[in-house]
Nanobody
Framework: QLQLVESGGGLVQPGGSLRLSCAASGDSLDYYAIGWFLQAPGKEREGVSCISSSGGSTKHADSVKGRFTISRDNAKNTVYLQMNSLKPEDTAVYYC?????????????WGQGTQVTVSS
């Protein structure tokens, strides 16, 4: 069964950068679309960035466009979220989700999350 482990979070000052990693095991990510989500304390989980299985298409929430970049390295079975120009409002737990779609359903797998704190 596919398992996802996020890493790379931590404490960073406003304007700084972090690179989050989502490492997969148990299955190849080649056929999965990948999304990064964030959940701030007391709030609903929301989408940040996503990338197609081929890596040819990416989308970002308006709040992070121009600052975050999602990429994947299928050879390493890993997806990355490069986070630049970080703001305090980016503070949240970031989760990686892999989705396998078909005509009848979408199967999703979640990682356990990694904490990102942007503060001076």
């Amino acid at each position: 069964q596919l398992q996802l482990v996020e890493s790379g979070g931590g404490l960073v000052q406003p304007g700084g950068s972090l690179r989050l990693s989502c490492a997969a095991s148990g299955d190849s990510l080649d056929y999965y679309a990948i999304g990064w989500f964030l959940q701030a304390p007391g709030k609903e989980r929301e989408g940040v960035s996503c990338i197609s299985s081929s890596g040819g298409s990416t989308k970002h929430a308006d709040s992070v466009k121009g600052r975050f970049t999602i990429s994947r390295d299928n050879a390493k079975n890993t997806v990355y979220l490069q986070m630049n120009s970080l703001k305090p409002e980016d503070t949240a737990v970031y989760y990686c989700k892999a989705e396998l779609t078909s005509w009848v359903r979408t199967t999703s797998y979640w990682g356990q999350g990694t904490q990102v704190t942007v503060s001076s």
